[in-house]
């Protein structure tokens, strides 16, 4: 094996007339999807990721270029029509333009087979060392679509203040986190990192789901704001090829906590170490249940669902009594998969007040949620479907 390295290496330097240049080498290919999320007569958050995509070509004009990355935007324009372009930075009128890739009609972004054309054609265009993903829109966490018989609309009228939860405001456009995964998996690559610039996606769940697609995990587990993450702010650290994981959480939050909405949690989650996790979890799962003495309103709650949904995994665990062994192994892995969280005092919602919202208290936030204790209809419904589940009880 030696040898036949050794003459490869050879292949690559003095046997060639040309030298291998690894400058030239694509270092990483990132891939930023805006897909509906509206319905067939309204907008959704489209202007807000109009917003978004300003931003980021701000700062690439900032940055006076790309440097060593590629990037590609999918954006639906409307409940049916979508495309997929380049974004290039041109040095002599010093702006950024859209190279226009593929044109989309209808809905099939929401299937795996639609998932897996798109990255499957951002692959082909530019293979890379690394790969990134970048996803804005809503987000209803783990739950299949199917898990819904009252699927959690967005309010008609306007409202004060706008999130970006409640699935695609219309199942039609909805997108299951396991085709999401698939799609990944078939294109045979592994995401550095998946952002979700949308409500709810922080839980254990979906991290469990995409454990074997992607290293690294940054998403809320509450509401995200409608004006989304700062992108001016943090898109050095995005694109990059060795990404500053704590900095974008905490430049996220801290944009937050300065603003007249400062209502934000936000983490890194380290994918890789989600079999560990899992592995604790079963152990305590073996030996430890919920008292049902315990009033579940003492665990933290980290949405607006009635009743809740998604629960402070930490909190959880610390409800579930476990013994000073299990107790201290689950602290040292949710240290080790839970790379950087941050919060705000309050978390905002709109499910309950859909003209004004309300908030609530955090007190606690690990950077994972965790669907176990949730007596919600989705969670009996669906919960044991999840991997998550399955490796766990």
């Known amino acids: 094996l030696f040898i036949y390295v050794s003459f490869a290496l050879m292949g690559l330097t003095g046997c060639n007339d040309e030298a291998f240049d690894i400058d030239s080498v694509n270092k ?3 891939l ?15 202007s807000d990721m109009v917003n978004n995509l300003n931003q980021i070509e701000n700062a690439i004009k900032k940055n006076k270029g790309l440097k060593s990355t590629r990037v590609f935007v999918f954006m639906s324009t409307s409940a049916t029509e979508s495309s997929l372009f380049e974004l290039t930075y041109n040095s002599s009128t010093f702006s950024v333009e859209h ?26 265009q530019a293979e890379a060392l690394n790969y990134a993903l970048i996803i ?26 706008k999130t970006r939860s ?7 456009y909805a997108i299951n986190v396991s085709s999401l995964a698939q799609a990944i998996e078939t294109n045979g690559i592994k995401m550095q990192y998946i952002l979700f610039d949308a409500c ?18 940054m998403s809320s587990s509450s509401e995200v704001m409608g004006l989304g993450f700062p992108y001016r702010s943090i898109w050095s650290m995005l694109n990059s090829a060795t990404p500053n994981y704590s900095g974008i959480v905490n430049g996220i939050v801290n944009f ?12 890194a989650i380290d994918c890789r170490e989600m079999d560990n996790l899992a592995s604790v979890m079963k152990e305590i799962n073996s030996k430890y249940t919920l008292d049902s003495s315990i009033p579940l309103e003492t665990i933290q709650p980290l949405d607006g669902f009635t009743p809740n949904l998604f629960y402070d995994m930490s909190v959880y665990v610390d409800s579930l009594k476990p013994s000073g062994y299990l107790k201290d192994q689950f602290t040292a892995q949710i240290k080790k998969t839970i790379k950087e969280a941050a919060h705000t005092d309050e978390a905002f919602t709109m499910l309950k007040d859909p003209y004004r919202g309300t908030t609530f208290q955090v007190k606690s ?8 204790p949730s007596q919600h209809s989705v969670a009996l419904k669906g919960r044991e479907k999840t991997g998550w589940w399955k490796a766990t009880h």
């Not at 709810?200 to 995990?217: F, H, R």
């Open 28 to 30: 990483q290919t990132l």
């Open 32 to 46: 930023i999807m805006y897909p509906w999320s509206g319905t067939e007569n309204s907008a959704g958050l489209y």
């Open 99 to 124: 190279q226009m890739l593929e044109n989309y009609t209808g809905t099939a972004y929401t299937t795996t087979e639609g998932l897996t054309n798109i990255i499957g054609e951002v692959k082909q």
């Open 136 to 161: 804005g829109g809503h987000g209803t966490g783990w739950n299949n679509i199917s898990d819904w018989t009252d699927y959690p609309n967005q309010a008609k009228r306007k409202a004060a203040l």
């Open 166 to 172: 409640f699935g695609g405001l219309d199942n039609t």
């Open 200 to 217: 709810y996606m922080g839980n254990v769940e979906t991290a469990y789901e995409l454990k074997d697609v992607t290293n690294y995990l």
């Open 256 to 267: 937050y906590k300065s603003s007249y909405v400062p209502y934000c949690n936000m983490a």
């Open 365 to 372: 936030y690990c950077g994972l949620s965790i669907s176990d």
